[in-house]
């Protein structure tokens, strides 16, 4: 933007564009700050029931603010545009946003990684996964309606509900990871694998008790651990009596 300009009304089209885009990372972030914030006051379980409440709230004002200004129509609360959407190109925007969603993991992880090397990445990469696995689970229970102690099949289903799941290719026998977008990312370049069973404990253990709390979960390969050919990383589940 034009270091110069000191009102809106300046701006052109593209830098208002530029911050339009901007004030949604800013209410992203914001969002998020919230969250994280009630959590350390309130703890996890409490803060969890005060998300689901902002979450409806918020959604609600959201969408009919935006249908307002697009002049789009609603369907039940959601974008009717949407809603009738060809399942093909829904899907498709589905795999958009998750494979964003992954870009941004990685985007976060190199600009540590290039700052302060890859002991901070990994440090930090690995206490993200403790913290977002949990509220991850808790948005597919919501979603699914799971009840609170769902089992080893409420697992499965969860599984097939992360964000990972529409990315890397995976199976359900102990719960394992095919095939692995980074790590096939990595494996074209020539490039060893990446080392994530820290994260991988911490991501499935933390996902697992949050679908249940009986749930205990072992690694069976993870890299750096060496694995066959057809999968990167395997997981065991097993239900504490």
Not at 8 to 25: G, N, Y
Not at 80 to 107: I, P, Q, S, T, Y
Not at 112 to 132: H, I, L, P, T, Y
Not at 220 to 241: E, M, N, S, V
Request: net charge neutral; proline share 4%; charged share 25%.
């Amino acid at each position: 933007m034009h270091t110069g300009t000191e009102k809106i009304d300046e701006l052109s089209s593209e830098d208002l564009t530029r911050f339009i885009l901007d004030i949604i990372h800013r209410s992203i972030l914001h969002y998020g700050l919230w969250f994280t914030e009630v959590r350390h006051q309130m703890g996890t379980a409490r803060s969890l029931g005060i998300l689901k409440t902002a979450y409806e709230r918020s959604l609600d004002i959201q969408m009919n603010r935006l249908a307002k200004v697009f002049g789009f129509e609603l369907k039940g609360g959601l974008p009717k545009a949407l809603v009738e959407m060809d399942r093909g190109d829904l899907k498709k925007l589905l795999d958009g946003f998750c494979a964003n969603w992954l870009a941004n993991d990685g985007v976060w992880f190199q600009a540590v990684e290039f700052k302060d090397g890859m002991n901070d990445a990994k440090r930090c990469n690995d206490s993200v996964w403790g913290q977002f696995s949990p509220i991850e689970a808790w948005s597919i229970k919501r979603l699914l309606n799971l009840p609170e102690r769902p089992g080893l099949e409420g697992l499965k289903k969860a599984l097939n509900f992360r964000i990972y799941a529409q990315i890397n290719i995976q199976s359900t026998i102990d719960d394992g990871v095919n095939e692995c977008r980074v790590q096939s990312a990595r494996k074209r370049k020539g490039l060893d694998d990446y080392p994530c069973k820290s994260a991988g404990l911490v991501e499935y253990t933390y996902f697992a008790r949050s679908i249940d709390d009986r749930i205990q979960t072992e690694c069976i390969g993870c890299p750096p651990d060496p694995h066959p050919g057809d999968w990167y990383c395997a997981w065991r589940f097993t239900l504490k009596q």
